[in-house]
């Protein structure tokens, strides 16, 4: 069946450093992908999306690249803040399955100043 | 994208007990969707909530202990039935209309 697989957490950083969630799939058919953020006591949130094989999705810094060869949608940002401590979820959603999501397990992320 | 207002955002409830979980949304859907997010742990599939037909429960769900009802095309209502500490998590619909967005939730103890 369909899966995701991410890393475990939590990830703890410093401040400015280099933050990488590694996400891989499985699916039957031509998933898209996400990024979802829960920040503390709060819901969940879409960051970033790729529809397709090789697009790029982004936002507030973070980026994510849509790699079937690899069946991988790697999340990375360049310099983290604190402000972007929060559980990072990947999950896909396949295109005869509008709305359901396959996530991951979760990644927590702890950025200490 | 939509806007969805769930209500409540949180409850503590007695074991035993039943809680309906409202789901409004800003604009006109065909699909609702209901999902649980254990403590720890991932999002996981309720079911799925069409307006007019009975929703589709995903395995390991079953509609006497979630029944759901979607009246219309902006509202869906999930309730917990018979609660057991077991059921403590979050839950959480969701919608998609050009873009995917989640409620923020109800966190349910179960004491």
């Known amino acids: 069946g369909d899966s995701v697989t991410q890393m475990e957490g939590p990830v703890t950083l410093s401040e400015e450093a280099f933050l990488t969630i590694n996400c891989t799939y499985t699916a039957t058919g031509y998933p898209s992908l996400f990024w979802y953020v829960q920040y503390p006591g709060e819901g969940l949130q879409l960051l970033l999306k790729a529809t397709k094989a090789d697009d790029k999705g982004s936002n507030k810094g973070f980026e994510a690249t849509y790699r079937k060869e690899t069946t991988s949608f790697h999340l990375e940002k360049g310099s983290v803040q604190v402000s972007d401590s929060a559980v990072y979820f990947c999950?896909?959603?396949?295109?005869?399955?509008?709305?359901?999501?396959?996530f991951g397990a979760g990644t927590q992320v702890v950025v200490t100043p | 994208s939509a806007v969805i207002s769930q209500k409540p955002s949180r409850d503590i409830c007695q074991r035993g007990t039943s809680l309906t979980i409202q789901c409004q949304v800003d604009s006109q859907v065909t699909m609702m969707f209901w999902y649980r997010q254990q403590p720890g742990q991932s999002l996981t599939l309720i079911a799925t909530a069409n307006q007019g037909s009975e929703a589709t429960y995903e395995s390991g769900f079953v509609i006497d202990k979630f029944p759901i009802s979607r009246p219309n095309l902006t509202f869906s209502t999930l309730t917990v039935s018979n609660m057991s500490p077991e059921d403590s998590s979050i839950y959480l619909c969701s919608v998609e209309t050009g873009g995917y967005t989640f409620g923020s939730g109800t966190r349910l103890t179960v004491v």
């Open positions: 999950a896909l959603s396949l295109t005869d399955s509008w709305g359901k999501f396959q």
